[in-house]
């Protein structure tokens, strides 16, 4: 994989391009393939987004959004974009299997593959450009960083400063993470000068949701959470028919994950959904825990140090009895005093 800055003189010949990333995106992968959308848009090039599976509806308002092809509702139309791009962006992923039936698409496309990323272990072999860096905050820190260092500040407006500051308020959990660093609060504070309105931004992304999603994690909270004091670790499993139940959809469950960590003490929150072809588990850490290479290790998957996903083909109540039986042999790691 050869640097993404290698491509810089190149940006000024249009081109077809097409833009994907990671299945169910979130603000990260929505806001950063808008982001650069958007810019690549103002500088010539004809650009179509896809996403692998459809997505949440709190990602709507995003300027753009409702052109992304959706490839699971629309696999001919995706599949013949593909093959007609000269360039190929991989965002917010790393590796072709997370973007589930799309992956052989992408693997056997002949166009240039560039890759800008921010997860742990990239498949770097599958991309000819690209960059992974697990330091950065989000895709949309990146997108931003690609658009100044190749010297096209200029091309920021506020409705790609909106994309990119939503991706870097979803993955730094509003500023709160470690890698919320000085160079994100400088980039933000450039995003306001280019007219960057950051309530109307939280109000899409959080307060957009119907009553039943707010009555679905009372209910969760109350019926569904367990807390092991003794590892300093809590569980939320949450079975098919409370989803039908409460009419949950498509980003629904998104953040129900950090809420254990509002009690004393927790460092390991563990998810797990019962969804239709898999149970989908999801981990948040706090401190040196390895939600990484816990995901990979137990549960096929992977992510960051502290936020990480995984899957089983178990049934929920088998892949949980799974989690319960590994966590003991975490307790020295999860009762280690914190520096
Ligand atoms: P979430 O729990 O929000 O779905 O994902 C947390 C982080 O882990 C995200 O950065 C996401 O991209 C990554 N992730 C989620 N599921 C998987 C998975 O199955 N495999 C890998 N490699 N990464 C995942
Ligand atoms: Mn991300």
Redesign the pocket.
Known sequence: MEPISSLFNQLQTPRKVVITT?QKP?ADAMGSMLGLKLFLESMGHQVTAVSPTNWAGWVNWMPGAREVIDFEHNKQASAEVIKEADWLFCL??N?FY?TKQLAPILAEASCVKILIDH?QQPDTQSFNYGISDTSKSSTCEMIYDLIVESGNLDRIDANIASCLFAGVVGDTGSFRFNSATAPVHRMVAVLKDKGLDHTKVYEGLYDNYLENRLRFMGHVLTNRMEVFYEFNAALIAIPKSDLLKYQIRTGDT?GL?NLPHSIQGIRLVAICIDRDEERKW??RSKGDFDCNQF?RQHF?????FN?????SSQSLSETVETFKKILPSYQEELNKPQP
């Open positions: 990671h979130d917010d992923f590796i997370r997860h998104d994950v999801s981990f995901a096929e998957g992977g992510g960051h936020a990480a996903g995984g899957r």
